[in-house]
């Protein structure tokens, strides 16, 4: 593919910054774009808010590169806001930067930058793509630094987002990327990765949810017999797997196993009982091959957080996919991402029913 007009989607960290050095350096013609998501907690230190845009664009004024803010914000409420919303009042919990990723950042962006004359996109993610020639197929690699690989949020890119995208960070460790923001005298070389999701303040869940009008019911917490184990303070405050903030005595941990939207129950129990071999998902996107035509052995994520296991995946109908693993996976949780791996290769990933 021959790219030299790039759109660099700068957030005003620094990868995305070191990734602007990387693609002057390579020869690309590279303008910056910083997207504007959110006004309702525009605070310092989160994707999208106002310091972020800021610094972007005190960062491209320093390499001359021209800076443009996209305002996105009524997509983003209407897309991943929104769902984040429906997903927490249905009973799962969501991970609203895939659909961020595949709405916003590589959706509605990457149409930005070709309508405007681009050639491509480009971010400062951890991951690498490169084409195929055997399969003729665009695929996501991991990145280079392991404990910094971002393939995982990146699982539901199609095969024309991959063929016009360029991820040049990738194939760098990042304490490389930062020494070469730094010797580049970049004003956030040192700048702390975010943390949050950028639309929740603090991280307080159940305060955005209420502020988007979803009614917190209070219930039971019962074990896995039904026996009532105390009262709960609405379904959307908790998730699978968690211990913390529960509030319920008992001579042993207890833990968050499930919950059950029909009769408004958290079902908790013995960290033992988180475990299982199988899982089912839908909203499958698959990159490395073009379908799933029958059983295929890999390794699986079912967390960002969490390392891979050995599993072998099979189709089932409508497009969903069930994954059976060698060992039992803890705390596997609707609504989260599973990842399929073939080696270094994403084969593609779904939304845990």
Same mark, same amino acid.
């Given at each position: 593919?021959?790219?030299?007009?790039?759109?660099?989607?700068?957030?005003? +960290?620094?990868?995305?910054?070191?990734?602007?050095?990387?693609?002057?350096?390579?020869?690309?013609?590279?303008?910056?774009?910083?997207? *504007?998501?959110?006004?309702?907690?525009?605070?310092? +230190?989160?994707?999208?808010?106002?310091?972020?845009?800021?610094?972007?664009?005190?960062?491209?004024?320093?390499?001359?590169? &021209? #800076?443009?803010?996209? @305002?996105?914000? $009524?997509?983003?409420?209407?897309?991943?806001?929104?769902?984040?919303?429906?997903?927490?009042?249905?009973?799962?919990?969501? %991970?609203?930067?895939? @659909?961020?990723?595949?709405?916003?950042?590589? +959706?509605?962006?990457?149409?930005?930058?070709? @309508?405007?004359?681009?050639?491509?996109?480009?971010?400062? #993610?951890?991951?690498?793509?490169?084409?195929?020639?055997?399969? =003729? *197929?665009?695929?996501?690699? *991991?990145?280079?630094?392991?404990?910094?690989?971002? &393939?995982?949020?990146?699982?539901?890119?199609?095969?024309?987002?991959? &063929?016009?995208?360029?991820?040049?960070?990738?194939?760098?460790?990042?304490?490389?990327?930062?020494?070469?923001?730094?010797?580049?005298?970049?004003?956030?070389?040192? *700048?702390?990765?975010?943390?949050?999701?950028?639309?929740?303040?603090?991280?307080?869940?159940?305060?955005?949810?209420?502020?988007? +009008?979803?009614?917190?019911?209070?219930? @039971?917490?019962?074990?896995?017999?039904?026996?009532?184990? =105390?009262?709960?303070?609405?379904?959307?405050?908790?998730?699978? $797997?968690?211990?913390?903030?529960?509030?319920?005595?008992?001579?042993?941990?207890?833990?968050?196993?499930?919950?059950?939207?029909?009769?408004?129950?958290?079902?908790?129990?013995?960290?033992?009982?988180?475990?299982?071999?199988?899982?089912?998902?839908?909203?499958? %996107?698959?990159?490395?091959?073009?379908?799933?035509?029958?059983?295929?052995?890999?390794?699986?994520?079912?967390?960002?957080?969490?390392?891979?296991?050995?599993?072998?995946?099979?189709?089932?109908?409508?497009?969903?996919?069930?994954?059976?693993?060698?060992?039992?996976?803890?705390?596997?949780?609707?609504?989260?991402?599973?990842?399929?791996?073939?080696?270094?290769?994403?084969?593609?990933?779904?939304?845990?029913?």
């Amino acid at each position: 593919m021959s790219q030299k007009r790039i759109i660099l989607a700068m957030s005003g +960290g620094v990868d995305s910054a070191a990734a602007a050095l990387l693609l002057r350096q390579a020869g690309y013609d590279v303008s910056a774009v910083t997207l *504007r998501l959110h006004r309702e907690t525009d605070r310092p +230190g989160i994707c999208g808010a106002g310091d972020d845009i800021d610094l972007a664009r005190s960062v491209a004024a320093s390499m001359g590169i &021209s #800076h443009t803010v996209v @305002d996105l914000c $009524g997509l983003f409420r209407d897309t991943v806001m929104a769902r984040f919303v429906s997903e927490y009042a249905a009973g799962r919990t969501p %991970n609203p930067c895939v @659909d961020c990723n595949r709405e916003i950042k590589f +959706g509605a962006l990457l149409d930005w930058a070709l @309508d405007h004359g681009a050639d491509g996109l480009a971010t400062g #993610h951890y991951a690498r793509v490169e084409h195929d020639r055997a399969s =003729g *197929r665009w695929r996501l690699l *991991r990145g280079v630094d392991r404990r910094k690989d971002q &393939s995982y949020f990146l699982f539901q890119l199609t095969q024309f987002q991959l &063929s016009r995208l360029l991820l040049p960070v990738g194939g760098y460790e990042k304490p490389a990327i930062r020494a070469l923001a730094e010797a580049h005298g970049l004003r956030n070389a040192q *700048r702390p990765d975010s943390q949050d999701i950028c639309f929740v303040p603090g991280g307080d869940y159940a305060a955005f949810l209420k502020g988007q +009008g979803v009614e917190l019911t209070p219930g @039971d917490f019962v074990d896995e017999s039904g026996r009532v184990l =105390g009262r709960h303070r609405g379904l959307e405050r908790y998730t699978t $797997g968690q211990r913390k903030g529960l509030g319920v005595s008992a001579g042993v941990p207890l833990y968050v196993l499930r919950k059950d939207l029909e009769r408004g129950t958290v079902v908790l129990g013995p960290d033992s009982a988180l475990y299982t071999r199988t899982l089912t998902a839908a909203r499958v %996107n698959w990159i490395a091959i073009p379908s799933l035509e029958g059983p295929m052995a890999v390794t699986a994520k079912t967390r960002y957080s969490q390392g891979e296991a050995a599993a072998v995946i099979e189709p089932l109908p409508g497009g969903r996919v069930r994954a059976v693993f060698e060992e039992p996976q803890r705390a596997v949780t609707a609504g989260q991402a599973v990842v399929f791996y073939d080696g270094e290769a994403v084969v593609g990933g779904g939304i845990i029913e």
